[in-house]
């Protein structure tokens, strides 16, 4: 497929980054007008206590609101399995549509099993504003922007591009940190690789920002790179990696991490589209399935 890539269009990109899920969440302004998009938002948990703040949240909406900027969109890449979105809570403060990948079906289907969701949670993707599809596009104020499917790390994944800037989502880390884990369920390993290789046929010069960084090795957090640093020193896909390679690389690592810290109440959440779930009575209720993720 051929993208509407337009380099000459230069967004503001203000990077947020939250220590507690090391997730970096980006207001991304229009340079040709008070238009803005957030990518990948965040709600504060307190997992142990029960207890949800919005102090991330309230940083985006703070800045935002300061620069009399006009909120258009609130883009999620994925069903994020280490963070909860703090996208509904945005919305209501700002407006906005929320979006995210056509997929999410899919995740909404696996996880409403594991989850044991009744009749009444919806499986159709009804609970966001948009469902994006492989190079559909969408404007930020005058700025065109556009969606790439990038499966691989989960079904709904999707990195979306905005002017000479593009938001992987955890299809790549920065080139020391390589890429995402692609076992979860509907990940695939080879699928992921095909999908980073779309990313790399972008404009060398196109700028890439990172949902998360881990800082490896001791250095200083990061979240921008280039397509062109990534072909080159990519550790998992950079320099001419094969796709064979890729593939037992990532298999024998997928097997020796641990499960994410949040990834019970993320999913529960990111599937609601930032929502958190409710018992029968109505409560603010999460489940915790054991042995079922």
């Excluded at 609970?127 to 790390?153: K, S, W």
């Amino acid at each position: 497929m051929t993208y509407p890539v337009d380099m000459s269009v230069k967004p503001e990109v203000s990077a947020h980054f939250d220590e507690a899920t090391n997730t970096i969440s980006y207001i991304v302004r229009d340079p040709a007008s008070v238009h803005c998009a957030i990518i990948d938002s965040v709600m504060d948990i307190d997992y142990a206590a029960g207890r949800i703040t919005y102090d991330h949240a309230d940083a985006l909406i703070t800045e935002i609101e300061g620069k009399g900027l006009k909120l258009d969109w609130i883009i999620e890449t994925h069903v994020h399995a280490d963070h909860l979105s703090a996208a509904p809570y945005i919305q209501q403060r700002l407006g906005g549509k929320i979006g995210v990948g056509e997929k999410i079906m899919v995740v909404q289907e696996t996880f409403g099993k594991i989850f044991n969701e009744g009749t009444e949670f919806q499986r159709d993707g009804s609970q966001f504003d948009a469902l994006f599809r492989d190079g559909d596009t969408y404007n930020v104020g005058e700025m065109t922007c556009f969606a790439i499917y990038t499966p691989g790390h989960t079904p709904a994944c999707m990195v979306h591009v905005m002017g000479d800037a593009a938001f992987a989502g955890d299809t790549l880390f920065m080139p020391d940190g390589g890429s995402a884990r692609a076992d979860f369920p509907g990940g695939d390993a080879g699928q992921l690789f095909d999908s980073i290789q779309k990313v790399l046929s972008l404009p060398d010069e196109m700028r890439l920002f990172m949902c998360h960084d881990y800082g490896p090795n001791g250095r200083a957090i990061q979240w921008e790179t280039t397509v062109a640093a990534q072909k080159a020193d990519n550790i998992h896909v950079g320099g001419g990696k094969t796709r064979e390679d890729f593939i037992k690389f990532r298999t024998e690592r997928d097997a020796q991490l641990a499960v994410p810290k949040l990834i019970i109440p993320s999913l529960q959440v990111n599937m609601r589209a930032g929502e958190l779930p409710r018992d029968k009575d109505g409560n603010l209720m999460l489940k915790v399935p054991v042995n079922g993720i």
